[in-house]
């Protein structure tokens, strides 16, 4: 089989019947949740498209922000600035979406292009180092709308493209569907915490009176989360000693930027034990709740699944593995109440003294003790499909730049097999 070097170079816009610039300002959105939707930028990471993170303006709006074009599936999204480079295949086959400035869309024509193809091709250390060479030599990190109908891709024959297209495919669409799977089952512990806790049906409700000064159920009361959570706060190691205490680390370490409302599988960063030693972080147990108290993800949360260090911006809840997972609940459903703390001009926060100092609902120990045993096999099910794309992603990785460059025999290899490489 021919390498990637070897196959001809040709512009993108010579395979595609639409390569265009999206339209290039902010969108006026809209207060209410409407069937239009726009995507930006942070909604295209690693291949995917996040359909569920979106921002909503009115009809008005998404007919003047679809002038050029409306993406539909097979189309491929292309993120110019903020951050430049990220790939995005665009599976969705129906809703009103948009895309919002910064955002490159690729529609390419099947008789020359395939477009899982494209996509992975966009994503592959070739192309990607000639991104990061144009894009980070500017004083803003961005692509060009000329790099972008120029940008040059290896163009072997259809049949080719379609085979590596359908092999690296089958890795995403699993994940995708992997996606899906751990939303539903957020979605049942988040009905459950709801049917029990807001709407106060939990199992049994029918024989426990409601008390008439406080309107809760008798055993139920209102206090601050310092009267029955011990918080804690991490630390950061020097970065002037990068190489003694980040360099080859061992230790996970949790900045804000990982908080999104979900679980903690794998860190991105990980700490030497030096520095560990050499900080304020300390280990927190799996099963630890975490809340970012400044960043751009204040307010967000996080469900830790491995023992793991953090920085000095995560508030950690110190409770009993059952209570855990109905703190989590309860941030998440009150982030805006969580916000409504926020203090300081230069950069909002809040800090472990207001998080203690926020009134919650305090249902009996029993009762919280009931719903961690519903919800736990749940969040061990959200575990292990995410444990299972973190696999995918790992040899979805490795064997992009080896079909990219003819490493691997594109006719011989058996998409099957990935099955068996992921169990």
């Excluded at 909002?348 to 009996?364: D, G, R, W």
């Excluded at 919280?368 to 061990?380: E, T």
């Amino acid at each position: 089989m021919k390498g990637l070097m070897k196959w001809e170079l040709k512009p993108i816009s010579e395979l595609c019947f639409l390569a265009i610039d999206c339209v290039n300002k902010t969108a006026p959105l809209s207060e209410n949740i409407t069937p239009y939707k726009m995507l930006r930028t942070t909604n295209v990471k690693n291949g995917f498209i996040d359909f569920e993170s979106v921002r909503y303006v009115e009809e008005n709006v998404f007919k003047k922000w679809i002038r050029r074009a409306q993406p539909q599936y097979g189309d491929v999204v292309f993120t110019r600035e903020a951050p430049a480079g990220e790939v995005g295949r665009f599976t969705a086959k129906t809703g009103n979406y948009f895309l919002g400035q910064r955002l490159f869309l690729y529609r390419p024509d099947p008789g020359k292009l395939d477009w899982n193809y494209l996509a992975y091709s966009l994503q592959s250390p070739q192309i990607q180092g000639w991104v990061n060479g144009i894009a980070y030599g500017a004083t803003v990190p961005h692509m060009a709308v000329s790099d972008m109908e120029h940008l040059k891709i290896p163009v072997p024959p259809i049949s080719i493209q379609k085979r590596i297209g359908n092999i690296l495919s089958h890795y995403d669409d699993l994940i995708e569907n992997n996606l899906k799977r751990i939303k539903l089952l957020e979605e049942m512990a988040q009905i459950t915490y709801e049917e029990w806790f807001v709407r106060m049906r939990f199992p049994g409700y029918e024989s426990v009176p409601v008390n008439s000064t406080t309107g809760l159920p008798e055993g139920w009361n209102l206090i601050l989360f310092g009267e029955k959570y011990k918080t804690a706060s991490g630390g950061t190691p020097s970065r002037k000693q990068e190489a003694l205490y980040f360099d080859n680390g061992t230790v996970p370490w949790i900045r804000t930027q990982e908080l999104r409302n979900t679980l903690i599988v794998e860190p991105l960063v990980k700490i030497t034990e030096a520095g560990l030693k050499n900080s304020s972080a300390k280990i927190f147990p799996a099963n630890t709740v975490l809340l970012a108290m400044y960043g751009n993800t204040i307010g967000e949360t996080a469900l830790l699944r491995i023992p793991a260090s953090t920085n000095q911006a995560c508030c950690a809840f110190l409770s009993h593995e059952y209570e855990s997972y109905f703190i989590y609940q309860y941030l998440i459903l009150n982030k805006n109440l969580v916000l409504g703390y926020r203090m300081g001009a230069a950069q909002e926060n809040i800090s472990q003294e207001i998080v203690k100092s926020i009134k919650i609902l305090n249902p009996t120990d029993d009762l919280i003790r009931s719903y961690a045993d519903i919800v736990r096999p749940i969040y061990n099910s959200i575990e292990n499909l995410m444990r299972q794309n973190q696999r995918l992603r790992e040899a979805r990785d490795i064997l992009l730049p080896r079909l990219m460059t003819g490493v691997i025999d594109v006719e011989s290899y058996n998409p099957a097999d990935l099955l068996k490489e992921v169990a």
